[in-house]
């Protein structure tokens, strides 16, 4: 039996659509599911339960399970209750990380690029203490995952007891299939699409940063099916354990990422640049990219779909569907 816990979010169902794929049914889901819609992420997949949060621990009591992958968390980057997003992100994850402990349990869980704060200090995924707390996260979401990741390199440096695998992801920004739910936090191309698909104009912001052009900032994209290509191969690999980061390598633009859109499409390119937001021109990042020595390293060796072809599969298989969900 496995256990997905946000399985019923973006990332989480496609990882269970995976986990389904390879053969898995006896599947868990930890999660809720609202009324915004969110079950249609799971609504073609088998599942052995789903779960609500708050009936979990009782739940837990007595179980075996094969692993744990832990997805489940307060996401948006404008979250302001600090102390609902702590108790969801930071002290939910520890217990869970005891429990794996406890009752010896692979635990693979989401961390974020958004631990890095505005990337003064680099996008190493160095894992060593010291390393780690030079990061300053720019928001309480980036922030809970910090903390977790620090208490989790804490206990290895220390030598203390932990999960027989466990490894802590790091993703970039991730777009793709079932991410329609999270509204603002969606990818900039699920919310433009149908824009594009309409033929009006695309908006992006202006640059306000000498030397950079109009919607030439840059993220490292990656496309969801890499994302879960990584957690399947942890899966399969439980010799590996640490903090790494899960991105191409390979920061791109966002108009690179709406000129693939139009091109996946056939249509003509109609891009506008507008002003960005006065308050947040000062802590806006205009770039991100993600350090994979180390995910090389431990031996993974799945690659990454480059953003053209990423494009593509999204809009000709879903985005541009009738039905969009994976």
Same mark, same amino acid.
């Given at each position: 039996?496995?256990?997905?816990?946000?399985?019923?979010?973006?990332?989480?169902?496609?990882?269970?659509?995976?986990?389904?794929?390879?053969?898995?049914?006896?599947?868990?889901?930890?999660?809720?599911?609202?009324?915004?819609?969110?079950?249609? #992420?799971?609504?073609?997949?088998?599942? $052995?339960?789903? &779960?609500?949060?708050?009936? =979990?621990? /009782?739940?837990?009591? +007595? @179980?075996?399970?094969?692993?744990?992958?832990?997805?489940?968390?307060?996401?948006?980057?404008?979250?302001?209750?600090?102390?609902?997003?702590?108790?969801?992100?930071?002290?939910?994850?520890?217990?869970?990380?005891?429990?794996?402990?406890?009752?010896?349990?692979?635990?693979?869980?989401?961390?974020?690029?958004?631990?890095?704060?505005?990337?003064?200090?680099?996008?190493?995924?160095?894992?060593?203490?010291?390393?780690?707390?030079?990061?300053?996260?720019?928001?309480?979401?980036?922030?809970?995952?910090?903390?977790?990741?620090?208490?989790?390199?804490?206990?290895?440096?220390?030598?203390?007891?932990?999960?027989?695998?466990?490894?802590?992801?790091?993703?970039?920004?991730?777009?793709?299939? #079932?991410?329609?739910?999270?509204?603002? $936090?969606?990818? &900039?191309?699920?919310?433009? =699409?149908? /824009?594009?698909?309409? +033929? @009006?104009?695309?908006?992006?912001?202006?640059?306000?940063?000498?030397?950079?052009?109009?919607?030439?900032?840059?993220?490292?994209?990656?496309?969801?099916?890499?994302?879960?290509?990584?957690?399947?191969?942890?899966?399969?690999?439980?010799?590996?354990?640490?903090?790494?980061?899960?991105?191409?390598?390979?920061?791109?633009?966002?108009?690179?990422?709406?000129?693939?859109?139009?091109?996946?499409?056939?249509?003509?390119?109609?891009?506008?640049?507008?002003?960005?937001?006065?308050?947040?021109?000062?802590?806006?990042?205009?770039?991100?990219?993600?350090?994979?020595?180390?995910?090389?390293?431990?031996?993974?060796?799945?690659?990454?779909?480059?953003?053209?072809?990423?494009?593509?599969?999204?809009?000709?298989?879903?985005?541009?569907?009738?039905?969009?969900?994976?």
């Amino acid at each position: 039996m496995l256990l997905v816990t946000g399985g019923a979010g973006f990332i989480g169902s496609n990882v269970v659509a995976a986990l389904n794929e390879a053969g898995r049914s006896d599947v868990v889901v930890c999660d809720l599911l609202g009324r915004d819609g969110k079950w249609r #992420n799971l609504a073609k997949r088998q599942l $052995m339960d789903i &779960v609500p949060p708050d009936q =979990f621990a /009782d739940w837990l009591k +007595g @179980r075996r399970l094969d692993a744990v992958i832990h997805l489940g968390a307060i996401s948006e980057t404008t979250a302001t209750d600090g102390d609902l997003v702590i108790e969801t992100n930071f002290r939910f994850s520890l217990r869970l990380l005891d429990w794996c402990t406890d009752n010896p349990t692979p635990f693979i869980y989401a961390s974020s690029a958004a631990t890095y704060g505005d990337g003064a200090q680099g996008f190493a995924d160095d894992p060593s203490l010291p390393a780690l707390r030079q990061l300053r996260p720019m928001n309480l979401y980036g922030w809970s995952k910090h903390l977790f990741d620090m208490a989790v390199a804490e206990r290895a440096a220390l030598g203390q007891k932990l999960p027989p695998q466990w490894a802590g992801l790091k993703f970039f920004n991730v777009f793709g299939p #079932n991410e329609y739910h999270k509204g603002t $936090m969606m990818s &900039v191309l699920a919310r433009r =699409f149908d /824009d594009i698909k309409a +033929g @009006r104009p695309v908006q992006l912001f202006k640059s306000h940063r000498e030397g950079i052009a109009d919607g030439d900032q840059r993220r490292d994209f990656i496309y969801v099916d890499d994302v879960v290509r990584v957690m399947m191969w942890l899966l399969a690999t439980p010799s590996v354990s640490g903090l790494f980061n899960v991105g191409t390598g390979s920061a791109r633009s966002f108009k690179d990422m709406m000129l693939s859109a139009y091109a996946a499409l056939g249509t003509s390119p109609n891009i506008q640049y507008i002003d960005m937001p006065e308050q947040i021109r000062g802590s806006y990042q205009y770039f991100t990219q993600s350090e994979v020595d180390r995910l090389h390293g431990a031996g993974y060796n799945g690659g990454f779909t480059g953003l053209e072809e990423a494009v593509e599969l999204y809009v000709k298989g879903f985005l541009d569907r009738a039905d969009r969900f994976r």
